[in-house]
């Protein structure tokens, strides 16, 4: 495997140092400042060429190898600027499972910033369980009706438009009964409230009430049923840290902490830089089989599974070397707290990689 950049690769890594250099520090790194300005970063990116590297040109993108994604996230790393606004969980799912009519209609606003996109998945009563959703689609004329209540919406109080799940046929089996909608979020019938994090941070994450608010029939992705595939698409694409940007990010805290200790280092520092490395080195071979045509499907619960255990070591250094004196970094370890629940919990990945993977218990 050769790391080295192509003559292309440098140039653009040149470009976007450049770039970064005046525009990286115009934006807030973290807090509610992060997420306040968070759709203005991802424009900013767009516009000076910077997003949407991978995807179609015909949608907005550039049409460029996934390495270029890498490269993005390891600058973004290396200037302290914030991280790449996440949307490619619900842009491949948009693209393989909606219509062409609705990938030229929101697609493009999607990838270039103008439009704000959020995820109506988990549940109250749904999180681990997705298929046992409860919020209904009733069909009414050229419209289905929507009840029901959603929690852990990234970036809901913001958002234009949400990827919703919602059961279409109560009488159906779980998985068999769910149906995908592109919904707006400015209508009656939608109440957002945010939630506090432990960390503090207000603006990521909202719980999403829906009474009787509406969507066209033509906004359903894919046909009536046919939801479920779609979640799987967006959910194993969530897990999978196809680039090395997480890496980056949990590399940089390792370096930072080492530069503060004095002495021998702590058992949990030097086990955070092990499990960094490991992170690293398996998003590298996935790059690479991605470079080569290879997908993969449950194999996303095993990255999801070796970056949680990377991020919640990092986050125990953090306490190990600068306990709760560093507001930024004590945010660090309260965060990956999370990262054990969001995206599925590591139960259900590991009963995910059992079954599916080993093949036990068939």
């Known amino acids: 495997m050769d790391f080295r950049d192509s003559a292309d690769e440098a140039t653009f890594r040149e470009r976007l140092r ?39 040109k015909e949608y907005g993108g550039q049409d460029l190898p996934p390495v270029y994604d890498v490269i993005l996230d390891e600058e973004l790393t290396r200037a302290g600027a914030p991280a790449r606004p996440s949307l490619g969980y619900l842009v491949t799912g948009l693209g ?28 109250p009563g749904a999180g681990s369980d997705l298929a046992s959703l409860t919020t209904t689609a009733t069909r009414d004329g050229d419209h289905y009706v929507i009840h029901g209540h959603k929690i852990w919406t990234s970036y809901s109080d913001e958002a234009d438009w949400c990827l919703l ?12 009964g769910i149906s ?66 997480f890496a980056a990010r949990y590399g940089k805290t390792v370096r930072q902490l080492v530069s503060r200790v004095e002495g021998a280092a702590p058992e949990e520092l030097a086990w955070a830089a092990v499990e960094t490395e490991m992170l690293t080195r398996h998003v590298q071979r996935r790059l690479s089989e991605q470079l080569d045509g290879v997908s993969h499907g449950s194999d996303g619960s095993i990255d999801k599974l070796l970056m949680t255990w990377a991020e919640q070591s990092v986050g125990h250094a953090v306490l190990a070397v600068t306990g709760t004196g560093d507001d930024d970094l004590l945010g ?3 965060y990956s707290r999370a990262q054990s629940v969001m995206g599925g919990t590591s139960q259900i990945q590991k009963n995910i990689i059992a079954s599916r993977i080993l093949g036990l218990g068939v």
Not at 214 to 220: E, F, R, W
Request: hydrophobic residues 35%; negative net charge.
């Open 180 to 245: 995908a909608f592109i919904i707006s979020m400015h209508q009656s019938g939608i109440e957002q409230r945010p939630l506090q994090m432990i960390s503090g941070v207000t603006k990521e994450f909202g719980q999403v009430s829906f009474d009787g608010a509406t969507v066209p029939a033509d906004q359903m992705v894919g046909a009536p049923g046919e939801g479920w595939p779609l979640a799987m698409t967006v959910v194993g694409h969530e897990r999978e840290p196809s680039t090395l940007g």
């Open 96 to 123: 393989r499972h909606g219509s062409v009519e609705l990938q030229q209609r929101f697609l493009p606003g999607m990838i270039n910033g103008t439009q704000r996109w959020c995820q109506g998945f988990s549940e």
């Open 332 to 334: 660090a370890y309260l």
């Open 165 to 176: 799940l919602a059961r279409t046929d109560p009488e159906a089996k779980r998985h068999r």
């Open 18 to 56: 450049s770039w970064l250099s005046v525009h990286a520090k115009e934006f807030p790194t973290s807090g509610d400042e992060y997420w306040a300005k968070a759709g203005e970063w991802h424009r900013a990116l767009y516009q000076g060429g910077f997003f949407g590297l991978s995807w179609p």
